[in-house]
C-alpha cells in the first residue's frame, strides 16, 4: 500500500524550531518529487516546498524562505522539514504529498499524508 | 503569482442533483497544469483530476474536468452522499503553484 506518514509535529513557542518528518513506503521514493502543503485551521491549502528526487532542486515560497528547510533521505526514504524563526501564522496542519508527472506531462499531487499539526503560540 | 478565484463559495443541493464547480485563474494556465482535489472534514485532501480533465486512479466518472486558459470547470453529474466536501482547484503553471479558496458542496 502506498502510504505517507508525517510525524513530529506539536506545541512550539514563536520564535521556536520543530523538524516535521515524513516516512514513505508502497513505492520507490527515490523517483518521486516531494512536497509539504500546509493548511491553517478553517482555511485553504497552501504549498510549501517542493524537492526534486536527488535533492538538487529545492523550491520555496516566499513566506518560509531562509526560514524553512526541505530535505530528503533516499536510503531511509524519508521527508524531512526543518522549520526556525516560527511565526503564529505557521499554525498549520502540514502535509507531506508526493508529485507525480504523468505521461502527458500532466502533474498532480496525488498521494497525501494524514498530516501532523504545528502550533505557534507562547 | 496565478490567482485562481473559485465559485460559488458554497453549493446547496440535494443528492442526484448535479453540482458545477467554477475556478478562474487570474492569467492563463496550461491545461496540463490545473487539477481539482476533493477534502472531508478531518481528512487529507484527494486528487480527483489532473490535467485539468484526466481522472485520477479510482475517481467514479461521475466527476468531470474541463476548461482551458483561465476558466476551468469541475462537474458532478449525479451527486451521492459522500460527494458532499470542500472542492479545490490548483495550479502548476506558475511560481508560486496556488490553490483556490474552495467550494464547498453541502446537502440541501
Known amino acids: 500500500e502506498v502510504q505517507l506518514v508525517e510525524s513530529g509535529g506539536g506545541l512550539v513557542q514563536p520564535g521556536g524550531s520543530l523538524r516535521l518528518s515524513c516516512a514513505a513506503s508502497?513505492?520507490?521514493?527515490?523517483?518521486?518529487?516531494m512536497t509539504w502543503v500546509r493548511q491553517a485551521p478553517g482555511k485553504g491549502l497552501e504549498w510549501v516546498a517542493n524537492?526534486?528526487?536527488?535533492?538538487?532542486?529545492?523550491y520555496y515560497v516566499d513566506s518560509v524562505k531562509g526560514r524553512f528547510t526541505i530535505s530528503r533521505d533516499n536510503v531511509e526514504n524519508s521527508l524531512y522539514l526543518q522549520m526556525n524563526s516560527l511565526r503564529a501564522e505557521d499554525t498549520a496542519v502540514y502535509y507531506c504529498?508526493?508529485?507525480?508527472?504523468?505521461?502527458?506531462?500532466?502533474?498532480?499531487?496525488?498521494?497525501w499524508g494524514q498530516g501532523t499539526m504545528v502550533t505557534v503560540s507562547s | 503569482e496565478i490567482v485562481l478565484t473559485q465559485s460559488p463559495g458554497t453549493l446547496s443541493l440535494s443528492p442526484g442533483e448535479r453540482a458545477t464547480l467554477s475556478c478562474r485563474a487570474s492569467?492563463?494556465?496550461?491545461?496540463?497544469?490545473l487539477a481539482w482535489y476533493q477534502q472531508k472534514p478531518g481528512q487529507a485532501p484527494r486528487l480527483l483530476i489532473y490535467?485539468?480533465?484526466s481522472r485520477a486512479t479510482g475517481i467514479p466518472d461521475r466527476f468531470t474536468g474541463s476548461g482551458s486558459g483561465t476558466d476551468f470547470t469541475l462537474t458532478i453529474s449525479r451527486l451521492e452522499p459522500e460527494d458532499f466536501a470542500v472542492y479545490y482547484c490548483?495550479?502548476?503553471?506558475?511560481?508560486?503553484?496556488?490553490f483556490g479558496q474552495g467550494t464547498k458542496v453541502e446537502i440541501k
Open positions: 504529498v508526493r508529485l507525480t508527472y504523468y505521461y502527458d506531462s500532466s502533474v498532480a499531487f496525488d498521494i
Open positions: 490548483q495550479q502548476y503553471s506558475g511560481s508560486p503553484w496556488t
Open positions: 492569467q492563463s494556465v496550461s491545461s496540463s497544469y
Open positions: 508502497g513505492f520507490t521514493f527515490s523517483s518521486y518529487w
Open positions: 524537492i526534486k528526487q536527488d535533492g538538487s532542486e529545492k
Open positions: 490535467g485539468a480533465s
